[in-house]
């Protein structure tokens, strides 16, 4: 549906996308996950009109879309500061995008009663923005992007301006809306979280380049770079080359992993901490000694220092631990959770 | 148990003394200041409204109500109309030429920002009247503007550039436009780029996000550049006695001649304080509609 192609950026020195393709499909959620810098709002700016890139195409449905000005394109953006207008009551905020369509009155007032009904806004048409909380302005900017039924809705950074409850109300009704309304979302976050419940698919953008295209589940499971190994949730990652059972490191010997890698390939290997296990003081691959637990209520974190390795080994288990700080402990996974990546 | 209140109360009121005392200092210069140069000339000028004229200048104490008859007088009125319709056709003026301006100074980046504000304000450095006489040395008959169309040869002989209405206009807007530039410069230069590009995205071409975001949410701006460009114009006489060839065009030349000449203190004064009352109805209705939006 919509596809991108080869697409840079530069700023100056400083090169903000560099030959970034991409294709999201009809009605998908769609995340650009990235730290900050990364490229991904570029990339989003593109998208709506207001940057150009120095090279690449973007085609949406097969039309070009960047021979199109910002004002004639069907996309929406929801901006990151919401950019509601101050001196307009929600209702005409909402109403903005489809008086620019030359619609009779009623519609418009149909339309616009609809879309506040369905973000649950409909007692607040006559409000002012500033008379308003933060997750109603969200819902307002929301219901204006969505209003005029784009074929393709861009997000940036949708939740970021609010506490972490709201956020996750936010969230699920975006996926709520997103399933009705049935319009292709392109969210672009620095929150994995936030990547990972939402979206259908996620891009793991880094230094302008594209890293890994997924889904959350693959993403997590199966990292294919360093970078999103490190990334993406909490990694131990170890140094060494590839060898048939796993991860042969130049002083912990052999770890166990997946290998699809030819022997003596240069690698990293990454664990989950949730996959860890602490069996004790003889089995296992790795013996250390905890020097920290925390608790978390569902979790608690176990670091282990191993010898022949400076960061300590985070292990995460369910629920409290017998284990105490200062105690030797041998740590063991499955083959299956060590995960190959070539360096 | 009442010792200690009553300890308390001194300790508070002496506290509220000095506090007083504090304001006192800090008020006082400023209070001095507009008490005897603003209020109590203000106040003789406003009495002067209701007596006689004396006949070599001066006051002669009789009670009457003919200064403010004459005001309606054709003559009179017809001056104040006229000073009006200059002041608004400069505001205007300065409006659509400061408009644009303050509007692409604000798009630039921060370091040329601040040498195109220094360059607005430049004009400021220079006396005042200087720079009226130098647009008559620009336009008069011999003039720069004269000879240089005259050796492009666009035209046989000088233009009647100076002393008319168009002139008092010229020399009105060249030296209030800065006046109107920087407000509308802090109006624009506050509002979020975002607002206009949010309205692009919701379909909106260049000339509707102007009108419907744009230019509403500066209104503030335009409203006080407008205040600041008209009050000194309404008022004004050097501009219209040194370009307009020194005729009673505006009711600031009139109010200057009922003093100096006609020795006409108390319908002088009258004329002064009909025109401090449009000034305050102007005031009123712009802080009233800044308000609103």
Not at chain 1, 19 to 24: G, P
Not at chain 1, 306 to 318: D, E, F, H, K, N
Request: hydrophobic fraction near 45%; aromatic fraction near 8%.
């Amino acid at each position: 549906m919509l596809k991108i192609t080869g697409v840079s950026r530069r700023f100056g020195d400083v090169t903000a996308l560099s030959d970034v393709s991409l294709e999201i499909r009809q009605g998908e959620f769609f995340a650009l996950l990235g730290p900050s810098g990364c490229g991904k709002t570029t990339l989003l700016r593109i998208l709506a009109g207001f940057e150009s890139p120095d090279e690449g195409t973007v085609t949406l449905d097969g039309d070009d879309l960047l021979g199109q000005a910002a004002h004639r394109r069907p996309v929406n953006l929801m901006f990151q500061s919401y950019a509601l207008f101050p001196h307009m009551t929600v209702a005409k905020n909402v109403a903005y995008g489809l008086e620019r369509e030359r619609l009779g009155r009623a519609e418009v007032r149909g339309r616009v009663d609809e879309v506040l009904q369905k973000v649950g806004l409909e007692t607040m048409a006559g409000r002012r923005p500033h008379q308003l909380s933060g997750g109603q302005r969200q819902r307002v900017a929301l219901a204006r992007a969505i209003v005029k039924r784009p074929r393709l809705l861009l997000l940036d950074e949708p939740l970021s301006a609010l506490d972490k409850k709201v956020r996750a109300e936010m969230q699920l009704e975006l996926k709520r809306l997103q399933n009705e309304v049935g319009i292709t979302f392109v969210v672009v976050t620095h929150d994995q979280e936030e990547a990972m419940s939402l979206a259908d698919r996620i891009a793991v953008f880094n230094a302008g380049g594209v890293e890994q295209v997924d889904a959350p589940v693959e993403l997590y499971e199966h990292p294919r770079t360093p970078f999103v190994a490190g990334f993406v949730g909490a990694n131990n990652i170890f140094e060494g080359r590839a060898c048939s059972a796993g991860l042969a490191g130049e002083e912990l010997g052999i770890l166990p992993g997946d290998s699809g890698l030819p022997d003596g390939t240069p690698a990293l290997l990454a664990v989950r901490p949730e996959r860890i296990r602490l069996d004790g003081e003889d089995k296992g691959v790795l013996g250390g000694e905890v020097v920290d637990v925390s608790f978390y209520g569902g979790i608690s974190h176990v670091s282990v220092q191993v010898s022949g390795r400076r960061q300590p080994v985070l292990v995460a288990t369910q629920g409290a631990t017998q284990v105490q700080t200062g105690s030797k402990v041998a740590l063991g996974w499955a083959e299956g959770d060590g995960v190959l990546i070539p360096q | 148990m009442t010792r200690s209140t009553g300890s308390g109360a001194s300790v508070r009121s002496r506290a509220r003394r000095s506090r007083a005392l504090g304001r006192l200092v800090f008020l006082g210069p400023g209070l001095t200041y507009l008490i005897v140069l603003l209020l109590i000339p203000l106040a003789l000028l406003i009495s002067f409204t209701v007596f006689r004229r004396g006949r070599f200048g001066g006051i002669v104490y009789e009670l009457t109500a003919e200064n403010f008859t004459r005001l309606f007088d054709p003559l009179y009125l017809g001056v104040v109309i006229g000073s009006l319709r200059l002041a608004a056709i400069a505001t205007l003026i300065a409006l659509l030429v400061g408009y644009p301006t303050a509007y692409l100074i604000a798009q630039l980046p921060q370091k040329w920002k601040t040498i195109a504000l220094v360059a607005i304000v430049l004009p400021f450095w220079t006396n005042f009247l200087v720079r009226i006489y130098a647009w008559i040395i620009l336009l008069s008959g011999p003039g720069l503007v004269n000879s240089t169309l005259m050796d492009l040869g666009l035209i046989d002989k000088p233009l009647e550039l100076l002393y008319n209405q168009g002139t008092i206009v010229t020399g009105l807007v060249y030296s209030y436009l800065p006046l109107m530039v920087l407000p509308l410069y802090a109006a624009i230069e506050k509002l979020d780029p975002q607002l206009r590009e949010a309205s692009a995205n919701l379909g909106a071409g260049p000339v509707r996000t102007f009108a419907s975001v744009t230019l509403p949410l500066t209104l503030p701006g335009v409203l006080t550049g407008c205040l600041f460009v008209f009050v000194p114009s309404f008022g004004n006489f050097i501009i219209p006695e040194l370009l307009g060839g020194g005729r009673s065009i505006m009711v600031g030349n009139l109010i200057r001649d009922q003093f100096l000449k006609s020795r006409d203190w108390p319908f002088g004064s009258t004329l002064a304080l009909a025109l401090i009352a449009v000034l305050i109805v102007l005031l009123l209705a712009q802080a009233w509609s800044a308000r609103r939006a």
